[in-house]
């Protein structure tokens, strides 16, 4: 250990967790907590999104479990956040990176994705993954957001926070910012939620996870509550 080291403890990054269903605002919430508290940002559904679209790429199907599983020794998947732009980039064997950020999102993702991730080997390798990128910070502290990062990845986290709002609500949010229409997206929305919950439940706060429901609250009131939050919970007394 050097002189350095000795003096300075070791730093450890503040880990807020955030679960919750689709169209909860996870990931657009998370994102500006992050920037308000200067924290790093990690979206872990893009990780399972970016798999999902090597497996279509590949011509793997998202339901041949052993299949998807062999992909993961080629996948090699890197996040860099530019302002308030995560790039997703996927490396598979030889080949070099693509941006694969707009990619991800697309329809034939989306509907794809819950395949990819009830498998249990997925989960366990992209979580090591999820792990690591916490681990290796550089910030004082990261918000990290998905479905199972407040029970599973990460249940020691300082702040632990259920992200909701009624269905209707998240339809209806979802809809705003997709050319679908509402009724496409609002079946769409419940399918994946339905297949997403037989595999981790994130409907329900767990033990000592603190609920935020938006149903009744703007963006900026809903990223403030995870703010005030944070800072209430990490702040010396
Ligand atoms: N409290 C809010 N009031 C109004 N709009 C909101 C609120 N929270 C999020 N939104 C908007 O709802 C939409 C969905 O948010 P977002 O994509 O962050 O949800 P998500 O939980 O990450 O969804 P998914 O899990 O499907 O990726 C976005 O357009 C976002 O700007
Ligand atoms: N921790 C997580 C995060 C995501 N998933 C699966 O990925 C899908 C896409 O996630 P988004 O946040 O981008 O909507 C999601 O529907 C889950 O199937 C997961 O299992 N665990």
Redesign the pocket.
């Known amino acids: 250990m050097s002189a350095d080291e000795a003096l300075s403890p070791a730093r450890t990054p503040v880990v807020v967790a955030i679960d919750?269903?689709?169209?909860?605002?996870?990931?657009?919430?998370s994102k500006a907590a992050a920037v308000a508290l200067g924290y790093a940002f990690l979206d872990t559904?893009a990780a399972y999104r970016a798999l999902t679209w090597l497996a279509l790429e590949r011509g793997v199907p998202p339901t041949d479990a052993a299949a998807i599983v062999g992909l993961l020794h080629d996948f090699h998947y890197t996040t860099e956040v530019h302002g308030d732009t995560t790039i997703v980039r996927v490396a598979d064997g030889a080949r070099a990176s693509v941006d694969v950020t707009e990619a991800i999102r697309e329809p034939r993702v989306t509907a794809a994705v819950s395949d990819i991730a009830r498998i249990a080997e997925v989960r366990i390798a992209l979580n090591e993954v999820f792990r690591r990128l916490i681990r290796r910070t550089d910030r004082p502290g990261i918000v990290v957001?998905g479905r199972d990062i407040t029970t599973v990845v990460a249940p020691d986290a300082e702040v632990r926070i259920l992200?909701t709002?009624a269905e209707e609500v998240r339809i209806a949010?979802?809809s705003?910012?997709l050319s679908p229409g509402a009724a496409s997206t609002a079946s769409q929305l419940r399918e994946r939620d339905r297949r997403d919950a037989q595999v981790v439940d994130f409907l329900t706060a767990a033990p000592g996870v603190t609920t935020i429901d938006?149903t009744e609250?703007?963006?900026g009131?809903?990223v403030q509550a995870v703010v005030e939050l944070v800072r209430a919970t990490t702040s010396p007394h």
């Not at 919750?20 to 919430?29: E, H, I, T, Y």
């Open positions: 919750g269903p689709a169209g909860s605002g996870k990931s657009s919430v559904g957001e992200l709002a949010r979802r705003a910012e938006s609250l703007d963006f009131q809903t």
